[in-house]
Structures are given as C-alpha cells and as structure tokens.
C-alpha cells in the first residue's frame, strides 16, 4: 500500500519560514518526479512547485517563485519545500503528490499525480 505523508506545517508568523518534508513508503520516492500544491479554504487547489526524479528539473507556478524553493534528497526518500517570508494569504493545507507513469518527470495534467498525501495544514497569522 502506498502512503505518502507531509510534515513540517503549522502556524508561523507573517514574514517567517517553514520547511515541508514530503516522504512515502510502498513507492520508491527517489525515482518520481514529486509536486507541491496547497489549497485554502474556498479556493481551489494550486500547484506550487514539481521536481524530478534526478532533482535537475524543477518548476515553479509564476506566483510562487522567489519565496518558494523545491528540493529533494533521494538518499533519503525525502522531498522538501523550503518557504520563507510567508504571508497571511499561504494559508492553507499543503500537500505533496507523485506522479506514476511520467519515467520522473513533472507532469502538464494534475491529474497524472496518482499518489497524494493527505495535508499539512501551514497557518501564517500574528
């Protein structure tokens, strides 16, 4: 059975930093491509970020570049995104999600991300 969890969220004061982990078991995570989303409440879900399998190829959308920083430790099965001077509106649940069937690519489609986390809940409030 595949699992895949996030960590790392909480509540963080505006202009701050948190760091997600994303990990899995069932599925080597060190050979797929791994992306973050996040939804708020009453907003769709966006993504934020992917990066490959190799980690040489990332992409970010256009909104969350510069403050946002997709990396990845394949020693350790482990994907992170690095966020810093956080603000109310990053509000939201995030989530990491991998794709099977992309060779470890970042898929076009949402919808080739097959195995999804259930969500860290990151609150940036004073």
């Known amino acids: 059975q595949v699992q895949v969890a996030e960590s790392g969220g909480g509540l963080v004061q505006p202009g701050g930093s948190l760091r997600l982990s994303c990990a899995a078991s069932g599925i080597p995570l060190n050979t797929y491509a791994v992306g973050w989303f996040r939804q708020a409440p009453g907003k769709e879900r966006e993504e934020i970020s992917c990066?490959?399998?190799?980690?040489?190829?990332?992409y970010y959308t256009d909104s969350m570049k510069g403050r946002f920083t997709i990396s990845r430790d394949n020693a350790k099965n482990t994907v992170y995104l690095q966020m810093s001077s956080l603000k109310p509106e990053d509000t939201a649940v995030y989530y990491c999600?991998?794709?099977?069937?992309?060779?470890?690519?970042?898929?076009?489609?949402?919808?080739?991300?097959?195995?999804w986390g259930r969500g860290t809940q990151v609150t940036v409030s004073s």
């Open positions: 990066i490959s399998r190799s980690g040489g190829i990332t």
């Open positions: 999600a991998a794709p099977g069937g992309t060779a470890g690519r970042c898929p076009r489609d949402h919808t080739a991300f097959d195995y």
